[in-house]
């Protein structure tokens, strides 16, 4: 095997980029690694599958060389949604699922998403199998492989469990991600005429990036929307588990905002729950979970983080800024869903509840909004930071602030707004996120954050 590069052994997932940082021997190295921790947890099977990339089945392939090198069987469910992997993983019992995929990184990124035991690896465990390649702590044996295909499983247990008001037109964009696989079979199987945009799988993503947050990525869907039927608009990103939504007259209902409908309708059956949202969301949610009777906790930004939070906490409902939304709630004591971001179900679940109005995109549209701007970065050197977050934790002064967040980064409430500073887990830059209720508010909390940031790094280029 060639050299193991370090750095592509993230936060919450491993990735890199294919031919070079990520081949085919690295990947099978990494599979041995996973199926001898696999071994270490009294696990005795994997599901796995891969995206719509162009690598995904030499990787795929690799990755179930390397499991069962170490002894571990192998069910290979071939071209998934990532959230489907997570599906088998409950469905078929083998507590165990590795995703190859990229999410929404460049096309020649590709990577692994990891679930051993019911835990999705994350951190400290996941920089631990780079060191069992490197000290050569790897199980042996011959483990063997076996096919399964678990999207009718999937989408019968879906039309089984969410129940449409009345039939609906959606309009549907997959940006030639994998859920173009699977979305218009799982919204027909609901009731639903669906028009497709982009739904053929294509690792070249011809079309537009697969990334439902960045607001280009959803202009055909607005597009679409203005001149044809659909009522209103889904798009997913390349791996089919963050979900973008759009209102008939072309407004995106950004995740936070799609979370206090999913919080206000999960708490009509789940009383004093537990709803997390992340450091990044809307500080409308606090007070909206309250009010209906639930509990609010903020929390990390990361899937794999909210994930650990929602078993620690037995949270009925979670979701981030970026898309993820993670369902765990039941009705009369039955489990609908197994508290996974999913954002192929998220979209059914938020369709039934559109379903019981007229005007979805009043219903939409409707939900409480403020002014705010999109995720921004400060560019960085490697380490940078989170060096500069700690530092300011400890040293900066925020004028006029109610509560100062620090578990993830720097989020300052003020009684008019909030602004947000956090180190990346993924790529060198610190995150920012501004949020008030009025442009001058925004304005004010921005130029404290500006003042702060330039003190301590003078040579910083701020993106506002």
């Known amino acids: 095997m060639t050299q193991l590069p370090k750095e592509i052994f993230k936060a919450y997932d491993i990735r890199g980029i294919v031919g070079k940082t990520l081949t085919p021997d690295i990947v099978e190295a990494i599979g041995q690694a996973i199926g001898s921790e696999a071994t270490a947890r009294r696990q005795t099977q994997i599901c796995i599958g891969y995206d719509g990339r162009l690598s995904g089945p030499e990787l795929a392939a690799a990755l179930s060389r390397g499991i069962r090198k170490a002894g571990i069987h192998v069910v290979n469910l071939g071209m998934v949604a990532t959230p489907m992997v997570y599906f088998a993983a409950h469905q078929l019992g083998t507590n165990c699922g590795v995703m190859v995929t990229g ?21 400290e465990t996941i920089q631990s199998l780079y060191r069992r390649i490197i000290e050569n702590r790897l199980s042996e044996g011959n483990g063997t492989e076996s096919s399964y295909d678990i ?6 247990k879906i039309a089984a469990d969410v129940k449409l008001a009345r039939p609906m ?40 990036h697969p990334d439902p947050s960045v607001p280009e990525n959803l202009a055909d869907l607005v597009a679409a929307l203005r001149t044809g039927e659909a009522e209103i608009g889904l798009a997913f990103d390349g791996d089919g588990d963050r979900l973008g939504v759009v209102t008939k007259d072309g407004s995106i209902i950004y995740p936070d905002r799609q979370l206090l409908l999913f919080a206000e309708d999960v708490l009509k059956r789940n009383a004093n729950a537990t709803i997390i949202f992340d450091v990044k969301s ?65 979209g059914a679940r ?88 009025s442009e001058a508010a925004l304005k004010r909390i921005q130029q404290q954050f500006r003042e702060i940031i330039l003190a301590a790094a003078p040579e910083a280029r701020l993106p506002f």
């Not at 990577?111 to 999705?120: F, Q, S, Y």
């Not at 549209?365 to 560019?379: F, G, K, M, R, Y």
């Not at 940078?384 to 602030?401: D, S, V």
């Not at 009684?415 to 920012?432: E, K």
Request: aromatic share 8%.
């Open 103 to 123: 999410s929404h990184n460049p096309p020649d990124y590709n990577g692994l998403k990891m679930v051993l035991a019911g835990e999705t690896l994350s951190g």
């Open 151 to 156: 999207a009718a499983d999937y989408i019968g």
């Open 169 to 208: 037109r959606i309009a549907v964009d997959c940006g030639n991600g994998v859920a173009g696989a699977y979305a218009r079979k799982l919204y027909n199987a609901l009731g639903c005429t669906v028009d497709e945009l982009f739904c053929e799988v294509d690792g070249h993503f011809p079309n537009h």
């Open 282 to 346: 809307t500080r409308n949610l606090a007070p909206w979970i309250a009010a209906r009777g639930g509990s609010p906790l903020i929390w990390k930004t990361g899937h794999s983080l909210v994930k650990a939070k929602i078993r620690e906490t037995g949270a009925a409902l979670a979701g981030e800024m970026s898309g993820h939304v993670f369902f765990n709630d039941s009705t009369d004591g039955r489990k609908r869903w197994y508290g996974f971001d999913d954002g192929l179900y998220s």
């Open 350 to 437: 938020l369709l039934e509840i559109l379903s019981r109005s007229e005007n979805p995109s009043a219903v939409l549209n409707a939900l409480p909004d403020s002014v705010s701007t999109p995720e921004q970065h400060i560019q960085m050197k490697e380490g940078e930071p989170h060096a500069l977050i700690a530092q300011l934790q400890k040293t900066a002064r925020f004028e006029g602030a109610s509560q100062v967040v620090t578990i993830d980064g720097l989020r300052v409430e003020y009684p008019d707004g909030f602004g947000l500073m956090r180190p990346s887990n993924t790529t060198p830059v610190i995150v920012l996120r501004f949020e008030a209720d």
